[in-house]
Protein backbone atom coordinates (compact mmCIF):
# COMPACT_ATOMS: atom_id res chain seq x y z
CA UNK A 1 0.00 0.00 0.00
CA UNK A 2 0.92 3.50 -0.25
CA UNK A 3 3.03 4.76 2.67
CA UNK A 4 5.45 7.95 3.30
CA UNK A 5 7.95 8.22 5.64
CA UNK A 6 8.56 11.83 7.08
CA UNK A 7 11.53 13.53 8.41
CA UNK A 8 13.55 16.28 9.25
CA UNK A 9 11.11 18.04 11.17
CA UNK A 10 12.28 20.08 14.77
CA UNK A 11 12.51 23.51 16.90
CA UNK A 12 14.48 26.04 15.02
CA UNK A 13 14.96 29.54 15.73
CA UNK A 14 13.59 32.53 13.07
CA UNK A 15 15.71 32.90 10.51
CA UNK A 16 17.06 29.25 10.65
CA UNK A 17 16.91 26.29 7.96
CA UNK A 18 15.38 23.18 8.09
CA UNK A 19 15.29 20.34 5.48
CA UNK A 20 11.95 17.57 5.28
CA UNK A 21 12.22 14.30 3.82
CA UNK A 22 9.61 12.55 2.70
CA UNK A 23 10.45 8.94 1.32
CA UNK A 24 7.30 7.14 -0.95
CA UNK A 25 6.70 3.82 -1.22
CA UNK A 26 3.53 1.50 -2.69
CA UNK A 27 3.00 3.16 -5.96
CA UNK A 28 5.22 4.13 -9.05
CA UNK A 29 6.68 7.61 -7.64
CA UNK A 30 8.36 8.94 -10.71
CA UNK A 31 4.72 9.25 -12.63
CA UNK A 32 3.21 11.57 -10.06
CA UNK A 33 3.09 14.97 -8.83
CA UNK A 34 3.89 15.02 -5.10
CA UNK A 35 3.12 17.90 -2.52
CA UNK A 36 3.92 18.95 0.56
CA UNK A 37 0.63 20.80 3.14
CA UNK A 38 1.31 22.16 6.32
CA UNK A 39 -1.24 22.70 9.07
CA UNK A 40 -0.81 24.68 12.10
CA UNK A 41 -3.08 24.70 15.52
CA UNK A 42 -6.69 26.00 14.39
CA UNK A 43 -6.10 26.75 10.57
CA UNK A 44 -7.34 24.22 7.93
CA UNK A 45 -4.19 22.37 5.98
CA UNK A 46 -2.56 24.39 3.36
CA UNK A 47 -0.72 23.60 -0.03
CA UNK A 48 2.70 24.63 0.79
CA UNK A 49 4.32 23.74 -2.34
CA UNK A 50 4.05 20.79 -5.24
CA UNK A 51 5.95 19.33 -8.20
CA UNK A 52 5.60 17.83 -11.28
CA UNK A 53 6.61 14.47 -11.48
CA UNK A 54 10.13 15.50 -13.36
CA UNK A 55 10.37 17.93 -11.46
CA UNK A 56 10.49 21.05 -14.11
CA UNK A 57 7.27 22.72 -12.98
CA UNK A 58 6.80 23.85 -8.96
CA UNK A 59 4.24 25.57 -7.57
CA UNK A 60 4.73 27.18 -4.26
CA UNK A 61 2.09 29.26 -1.76
CA UNK A 62 3.11 33.16 -2.20
CA UNK A 63 3.72 32.77 1.68
CA UNK A 64 7.14 30.66 1.07
CA UNK A 65 8.14 32.07 -2.36
CA UNK A 66 11.86 32.71 -2.37
CA UNK A 67 12.27 30.74 1.08
CA UNK A 68 11.25 27.00 0.40
CA UNK A 69 12.74 24.96 -2.11
CA UNK A 70 10.57 21.58 -3.29
CA UNK A 71 12.63 18.80 -5.15
CA UNK A 72 12.73 15.59 -6.31
CA UNK A 73 15.34 12.41 -5.98
CA UNK A 74 12.80 9.94 -8.68
CA UNK A 75 15.97 7.27 -8.02
CA UNK A 76 15.27 7.51 -4.40
CA UNK A 77 11.71 7.78 -4.22
CA UNK A 78 12.07 10.65 -2.00
CA UNK A 79 10.34 14.60 -2.37
CA UNK A 80 12.24 17.13 -0.17
CA UNK A 81 11.22 20.83 1.02
CA UNK A 82 14.24 22.91 1.74
CA UNK A 83 12.67 25.31 4.50
CA UNK A 84 15.24 28.62 4.91
CA UNK A 85 14.48 32.43 6.29
CA UNK A 86 12.11 30.25 8.15
CA UNK A 87 9.86 32.76 10.08
CA UNK A 88 7.52 31.86 13.53
CA UNK A 89 3.76 31.49 11.13
CA UNK A 90 5.55 28.48 9.35
CA UNK A 91 5.08 26.56 12.51
CA UNK A 92 2.95 23.53 11.66
CA UNK A 93 2.95 20.02 10.52
CA UNK A 94 3.86 19.15 7.42
CA UNK A 95 2.82 16.18 5.22
CA UNK A 96 3.41 14.65 2.37
CA UNK A 97 1.20 13.80 -0.38
CA UNK A 98 -0.16 12.53 -3.50
CA UNK A 99 -2.85 12.48 -5.44
CA UNK A 100 -3.88 8.67 -7.21
CA UNK A 101 -6.90 8.83 -9.43
CA UNK A 102 -9.63 10.41 -6.99
CA UNK A 103 -7.81 8.80 -3.68
CA UNK A 104 -5.39 12.00 -1.75
CA UNK A 105 -2.29 10.17 0.40
CA UNK A 106 -0.82 11.26 3.46
CA UNK A 107 2.02 10.85 5.28
CA UNK A 108 1.96 11.31 9.37
CA UNK A 109 3.50 14.46 9.24
CA UNK A 110 6.38 16.17 10.83
CA UNK A 111 6.49 19.04 13.36
CA UNK A 112 7.90 22.29 12.55
CA UNK A 113 8.47 24.63 15.07
CA UNK A 114 10.15 28.12 14.84
CA UNK A 115 10.65 29.91 17.95
CA UNK A 116 13.46 31.74 20.00
Known amino acids: QVQFVESGGGLVQPGGSLRLSCAAS????????MSWYRQAPGKERELVAS????????NYVDSVKGRFTISRDNAKNTVYLQMNSLKPEDTAVYFC?????????WGQGTQVTVSS
Open 26 to 33: GFIFSIYT
Open 51 to 58: ITRGGDIT
Open 97 to 105: NTRLGEYNY
